[in-house]
């Protein structure tokens, strides 16, 4: 990866792109055996799933390798749904949300029988090395399979949650903040309009990006996240507060997985209950988040770390995510992606707390 790098940053003014291309491509061929690649999308789809799989695909055209598509994630995988895919394969598809191979959640991935079948899929149709594209669960699911079968496999961080370690952003997460803020903009038209108070639950079981930076963004007045637990009457009081200073209309951002020990709608009656000058909505945004043309952030993020991926392959890499520090392309253990996040939001919080006054 650093001498490509080397290479493509600083020799390309210099020399043509042909005789580049074919330096890099037979600097990268000596040094590996892989002839096969094949990718796949698991778990939850992630709006630049299609954008990575399409750079994945035309890397691998690049470097003159062959590229294989598993369709339904590792589902595709034990029941053998793999097609060999050519740039053209992935023509207008960066800019579409989802994920044309498909993705699943396959129970049977998880069993060491299901992933021998798995192995064996990849064997029988001459795969050298398998990148996926998916979440913490497919990343396990990836490095089990690699250990147990001695099997090359790279992942690349496509979720809306933005919860992995060793990646600053996953792919998906921006395109789902940008659907939070324009969904969260439209319900405070009807909450101003009303004087309601509206607690909209958005996507993040364990990570609270979403919730606390489109909270930050719409300009919400509490944003309640899995890493915090405000505490429903410090929550109480902080409305009652609001309201003393002239506030008509409320917006409250509450992640999936937040602490409070209520679900939303037993949240939304608690706080209706207490508070007595409000009409309580609540708006669950749901799949909302997942779909959509994926942003430009994302396309771009998708692009680099597909090419990043491919790359890393031929360069003999193993068993590592290809994630984005400090807007480079870096490479990360696998096992160091599955470690959790050491995430600190107090930057966040206090602006959310400041701007919310
Ligand atoms: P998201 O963050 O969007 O939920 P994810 O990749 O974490 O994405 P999961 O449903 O957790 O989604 O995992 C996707 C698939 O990975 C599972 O359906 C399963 O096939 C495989 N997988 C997950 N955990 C394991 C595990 N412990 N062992 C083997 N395979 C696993």
């Given at each position: 990866m650093k001498s490509l790098n080397l290479l493509t940053e600083n020799v390309i003014v210099f020399l043509p792109i042909r005789l580049l291309r074919s330096i890099t491509i037979d600097l990268i061929l000596m040094t590996h055996k892989i002839e096969n690649i094949a990718v796949l999308t698991s778990g939850g789809d992630a709006p630049g799933m299609n954008a990575a799989i399409r750079a994945v695909v035309r890397a691998c055209s690049y470097y003159e390798v062959n590229c294989y598509g598993v369709y339904k994630?590792?589902?595709?995988?034990?029941?053998?749904?793999?097609?060999?895919?050519?740039?053209?394969?992935?023509?207008?598809?960066?800019?579409?949300?989802?994920?044309?191979?498909?993705?699943?959640?396959?129970?049977?991935?998880?069993?060491?029988?299901?992933?021998?079948?798995?192995?064996?899929?990849?064997?029988?149709?001459?795969?050298?090395?398998?990148?996926?594209?998916?979440?913490?669960?497919?990343?396990?699911?990836?490095?089990?399979l690699s250990e147990e079968f001695n099997f090359p496999v790279i992942g690349i961080p496509g979720t809306i949650d933005n919860d992995i370690n060793g990646t600053d952003y996953t792919i998906g997460y921006d395109t789902?903040?940008?659907?939070?803020?324009?969904?969260?903009?439209?319900?405070?038209?009807?909450?101003?309009?009303?004087?309601?108070?509206?607690?909209?639950?958005?996507?993040?079981r364990d990570a609270g990006d979403i919730a606390l930076n489109a909270g930050i963004g719409a300009g919400a007045e509490e944003i309640l996240i899995p890493e915090e637990n405000m505490g429903v009457d410090r929550l109480i009081d902080s409305l009652k507060k609001s309201k003393h200073t002239g506030k008509t209309s409320s917006i409250i951002v509450v992640a999936e997985g937040d602490k409070s020990g209520k679900n939303i709608f037993e949240l939304g009656e608690y706080v209706e209950e207490h508070l007595e000058d409000y009409e309580v909505r609540v708006s669950v945004l749901g799949h909302i988040q997942r779909g959509g043309p994926p942003s430009c952030y994302d396309r771009v993020l998708a692009s680099k770390l597909g090419v990043g991926a491919v790359e890393a392959l031929l360069d003999g890499k193993d068993k590592i995510m290809v994630g984005i520090v400090h807007k480079k392309v870096t490479i990360v253990p696998l096992t160091d992606s599955l470690e959790k996040r050491k995430q600190k939001h107090d930057q966040l919080i206090k602006v959310a707390d400041i701007t919310s006054v």
């Open positions: 994630g590792y589902e595709g995988l034990i029941d053998n749904e793999i097609e060999q895919l050519n740039a053209r394969s992935v023509r207008n598809i960066i800019n579409k949300g989802g994920t044309f191979l498909k993705s699943a959640r396959s129970k049977e991935f998880r069993t060491e029988e299901g992933r021998k079948k798995a192995y064996e899929n990849l064997i029988k149709n001459q795969i050298d090395a398998l990148i996926v594209i998916g979440g913490d669960g497919s990343f396990t699911g990836a490095l089990k789902a903040l940008n659907t939070v803020v324009e969904a969260i903009d439209k319900i405070r038209d009807t909450a101003s309009s009303h004087n309601r108070l509206f607690l909209i639950e958005v996507m993040g």
